[in-house]
């Protein structure tokens, strides 16, 4: 088995979207829109062929922004080509004004990764 995709939800699903295309290479499927339900999506699809799908309903609450730990899916690891790849993204990312929570570092597991937020806050771990 494998996973098919990975879904989160969004306030704002164009800024995700475009987010997810500019630093990973996202390719974004057609939106679908449901009108009945009040609900949007895309799929991105990841060089890898990993997806993920962005959610849009307005009905759904956000979480607190302090952008602690807490139960649930912890973060998206999305893997880089190497270290260098890694250590570039993370500056680009750190420029353009998203917040850097750890790293790049290497990890006790031996990871090399650093970990920032995307623009809804969720953690997103940069690694090789």
Known sequence: MKIEHIAIWTDNIEQLKEFYETYFGAVSGEKYVNREKR???YFLTF???ARL???QRPDIKSREKNYGEYYGYAH?????ESEEEVNKLTGQLMQDGFKILDGPRRTGDGY???VILDSDGN???ITV
């Open 39 to 41: 609900f949007q999506s």
């Open 76 to 80: 998206l690891a999305i893997s880089a």
């Open 123 to 125: 953690r997103i771990e």
């Open 47 to 49: 060089h890898s062929g």
């Open 53 to 55: 799908e962005i959610m």
């Open 112 to 114: 090399y990764e650093s």
